[in-house]
């Protein structure tokens, strides 16, 4: 069931920065704060746009993200963008809206995370002239998001497209982010959430259709996520490059390794290559080629105890992915 963001017990908290939030308003009071130190303790030179990052107590997997922004006026570090992501531990962020760079109009970027080796900020898609961000005017900002696929709506005009850094298919806290030395007002913050979806790789028919839709699809039906396996793709283009576009809008992949297919250990490799969770499932007795033997992996017998133990087994896996 779709979420609305704006529900009574929504909290808000800034985490920097000072912020106004009452219904359905978001202030952020921006002003000139002094420079950070320098290298080797110099003292700082000069002031800078204030920082500021609002956090909701609503967090998404997927679904669409949307807000209303008005600035009071614009400057080269005028920014209002959605955060996405948000983990304070790992010192990482994803970002989509408006004023991403001193150029540019809009842009998607993250900072910290594994795209960078350091904390810094990283543009996935960053466009437009700033000059066409004006004061006064109100701007409809939406992000739409399908596994570690992000895409970036301005006026309801797709105007990028990304894949960004995913926190191993757990809900995504979101906010607020902003720099500017003046008043950003945000309105209609919302998320719609739509359920996770898990991808499935493995040999088609006989025992493995078995395994699918009477173990596999049954479990996650039970978690409210929804399931596509790799013949169920349909649609114009090549077949792999349908396939590799659901591995990256997917929370999870399910992959049966049992025999040596080469399309299953492709899809195993790329989901790898995403970072995405993969759930490893093999018959009892599969001798696990070198570059897997390390993974844990879901082993069993074809038989009615063999199923629950598989069953239980994959319930394991998806509370510890999809925990909150």
């Not at 979420?3 to 808000?12: A, E, I, K, R, V």
């Not at 739409?144 to 850094?165: F, H, K, N, P, Y």
């Not at 950003?184 to 499935?200: G, L, N």
Request: proline residues 5%.
């Amino acid at each position: 069931m779709d979420q609305d963001n704006n529900t009574p017990d929504t909290g808000w908290i800034a985490i920097s920065g000072e912020f106004d939030a009452e219904n359905d308003v978001i202030l952020y009071r921006g002003k000139r704060v002094p420079a950070p130190e320098q290298q080797g303790g110099a003292p700082p030179q000069g002031d800078r746009a204030g920082i500021g990052l609002i956090l909701s107590s609503q967090a998404i997997t997927d679904g669409q993200i949307s807000a209303e922004v008005e600035f009071a006026k614009v400057t080269p570090d005028s920014i209002c963008e959605i955060a996405i992501a948000y983990d304070s531990n790992a010192t990482h962020i994803v970002t989509a809206g408006l004023g991403s760079e001193p150029w540019a109009m809009f842009g998607i970027r993250e900072f910290g995370g594994p795209k960078t080796s350091s904390p810094a900020w990283w543009d996935h898609r960053v466009s437009g002239e700033r000059n066409n961000i004006k004061a006064g005017r109100l701007y409809r900002m939406g992000v739409v998001l399908r596994g570690a696929s992000l895409t970036l709506q301005i006026d309801g005009v797709e105007v990028g497209t990304a894949e960004v850094s995913s926190p191993m298919g757990r809900p995504r806290q979101i906010g607020v982010f902003c720099k500017a030395d003046h008043e950003i007002t945000v309105r209609k913050f919302r998320a719609d959430v739509t359920k996770p979806k898990a991808f499935v790789v493995m040999q088609f028919g006989g025992e493995y259709d078995e395994v699918y839709s009477d173990v596999v699809k049954e479990v996650c039906k039970t978690y409210e996520v929804n399931v596509l396996r790799a013949d169920e793709v349909s649609g114009p283009g090549l077949i792999i490059g349908d396939i590799v576009r659901e591995l990256a809008a997917s929370q999870l992949v399910i992959a049966d390794i049992t025999p040596a297919n080469a399309n299953v250990y492709f899809e195993v490799g790329y989901a790898l290559a995403l970072a995405k969770p993969t759930i490893l499932l093999a018959q009892k007795g599969t001798v696990l080629p070198f570059d897997v033997a390390g993974f844990r992996t879901l082993f069993y017998e074809d038989s009615i105890g063999g199923k629950k133990r598989l069953e239980d087994g994959l319930r394991r896996h998806l509370d510890a992915i999809l925990a909150t």
